[in-house]
Antibody, heavy 114, light 112 residues
C-alpha cells in the first residue's frame, strides 16, 4: 500500500529556513519520482518541484533560488528545504508520488510568522 | 511558464446534471514525441487532491466512469456525466509537458 507522510515544524520565523520530510512506504525512491506541491490557505495548488528516480531535480522557476529537494533512499525519505521564508510561504505542503501525483500525503500546515 | 486557465471558476449543479470544465493552456501541451501530459484532480473540502484523469483522457483506477477527459493542443475539457454529491469540491488541471509544471486556476463545483 502506497503511503506518503509529510512532517516538519508548524511554525517558522520570517527569513528562516523551512525543512520538511516526506516519509514514504510501499514504493521505492529509486523507481519513483516524488513531487512537492503547496497550497496557501483558501488558494489554489502550486507545483514546487520534483526529485526523479535517478536523483535529479526540477524546480518551480519562481522559487528555484530558495529551494532544494533531496532524498535518503535508505530511509525512504525525501526532503524539502526552502530558505528566506516570508509570510506568503504560509501554506499546506504536500508530497506526492510521481511527477503526476497519483498518491498524495495528507499535507502539513506551515505558518511563517514571528 | 505555462499558464492554465480554467473556466468557469465556479459551477453550480444539481444532482444528476452533467457539467463540463474547460482548461486552456498558454502553450501547446503536445511534446515532440507526440505525448500530451495533461491531468485532472479533485480536491474535496479538507482533503488532499485526488488524481482523476491522466494523459488527457485516461481514467485513473477506481475513479467512476462518469468522469471523462478530452482535448488536444491547448484546449482540454473534463466532463462529469451525472453529478453526485461526492463530486463536490475544487477541480484542477495540471500540465507536465513543460518544466516548471503548473496547475490550473481551479473550478469549484457546488450544489445549486
Amino acid at each position: 500500500q502506497v503511503q506518503l507522510k509529510e512532517s516538519g515544524p508548524g511554525l517558522v520565523q520570517p527569513s528562516q529556513t523551512l525543512s520538511l520530510t516526506c516519509t514514504v512506504s510501499g514504493l521505492s525512491l529509486t523507481s519513483n519520482s516524488v513531487s512537492w506541491i503547496r497550497q496557501p490557505p483558501g488558494k489554489g495548488l502550486e507545483w514546487m518541484g520534483v526529485i526523479w528516480s535517478n536523483g535529479g531535480t526540477d524546480y518551480n522557476s519562481a522559487i528555484k533560488s530558495r529551494l532544494r529537494i533531496g532524498r535518503d533512499t535508505s530511509k525512504s525519505q525525501v526532503f524539502l528545504k526552502m530558505n528566506s521564508l516570508q509570510t506568503e510561504d504560509t501554506a499546506i505542503y504536500f508530497c506526492a508520488r510521481n511527477y503526476y501525483s497519483d498518491y498524495w500525503g495528507q499535507g502539513v500546515m506551515v505558518t511563517v510568522s514571528s | 511558464d505555462v499558464v492554465l486557465t480554467q473556466t468557469p471558476s465556479t459551477s453550480s449543479a444539481t444532482i444528476g446534471q452533467s457539467v463540463s470544465i474547460s482548461c486552456r493552456s498558454s502553450q501547446s501541451l503536445l511534446d515532440s514525441a507526440g505525448n500530451t501530459y495533461l491531468y485532472w484532480y479533485l480536491q474535496r473540502p479538507g482533503q488532499s487532491p485526488q488524481l482523476l484523469i491522466y494523459l488527457v483522457s485516461s481514467l485513473e483506477s477506481g475513479v467512476p466512469n462518469r468522469f471523462s477527459g478530452s482535448g488536444s493542443g491547448t484546449d482540454f475539457t473534463l466532463k462529469i456525466s451525472g453529478v453526485e454529491a461526492e463530486d463536490l469540491g475544487v477541480y484542477y488541471c495540471m500540465q507536465a509537458t513543460h518544466v516548471p509544471y503548473t496547475f490550473g486556476t481551479g473550478t469549484k463545483l457546488e450544489l445549486k
